[in-house]
């Protein structure tokens, strides 16, 4: 089955940029994700890439992708405290009949 | 965008007790709706998928008879929590989708806790 795997933790000072990484093991994915939940909250559609672009930017946000390691990242610049949250990266099949699979979520932590 | 609601947003019952949650797709139809679970500091498990008007696809180890699953209109979705014990209080979450759509949208999300 499917499998998304990230890191738990990153801490990073207000200001500089974090780096949020994922690795997913699906090659069928289509549509790749990055959500964020903050404290007893839903979760908020950040941003997604389609399997055929390498990169996508979006104001702060730049999210990268390497299909051939199947390797996804988001990069948060001028990492503000409100961006303190868990991140969750997700991967899709085609169509929004597909199930989303979920990696394990990456707890951002920002220094003020 | 497409919005998706929950209600209720959060519930406290008794052990022994079953509890309904309602996920809407307010401004589309909603061919397939997915019910994830949290668990504390976890990411979201699928637990079943359901498309309107047929029987609801479970995952693996999810009880079909304890979480009941109804998706009678393209625009609602209920999960029935029966008899519910302490060990099912955790945070659900539906997601709405169709065919002809790229992404999913996602209900802000129930938390139950069951006493």
């Known amino acids: 089955g499917e499998d998304v795997e990230q890191s738990l933790f990153l801490s990073v000072r207000e200001g500089d940029s974090s780096v949020i990484n994922c690795t997913y093991t699906d090659s ?26 390498d990169m996508k930017q979006d104001q702060r946000l730049t999210v990268l992708l390497n299909k051939k390691d199947k390797h996804l990242s988001l990069r948060i610049a001028d990492t503000q405290t409100g ?9 899709q099949e085609s169509g929004g009949y597909q199930k989303v699979t979920f990696g394990t979520g990456t707890k951002l932590q920002v220094i003020p | 965008g497409a919005v998706v609601s929950q209600h209720p947003s ?28 949290q668990f ?19 995952e693996q180890g ?40 790229e992404t999913q949208y996602f209900g802000p999300g129930t938390r139950l806790l069951v006493l």
């Open chain 1, 28 to 53: 069928s994915s289509t549509y790749l994700y990055w959500y964020k939940q903050e404290p007893g909250a839903g979760l908020q559609l950040l941003t997604y890439i389609f399997s055929n672009m």
């Open chain 2, 62 to 101: 999810v009880e079909k008879d304890k979480f009941l699953i109804n998706h009678a209109s393209l625009t609602l979705s209920t999960l029935t929590v029966t008899s519910a014990h302490p060990e099912d209080s955790s945070f659900y979450i539906c997601s709405a989708g169709w065919a002809s759509q």
């Open chain 1, 83 to 91: 961006d303190s949250a868990i991140y969750f990266c997700a991967e």
């Open chain 2, 40 to 58: 504390p500091k976890k990411s979201l498990m699928l637990m079943a998928t359901s498309n309107e008007g047929s029987k609801a696809t479970y």
């Open chain 2, 10 to 37: 959060w519930v406290i019952c008794k052990s022994g007790t079953s509890v309904k949650i309602e996920c809407r797709s307010l401004d589309f139809q909603a061919t397939t709706m997915f019910w994830y679970r």
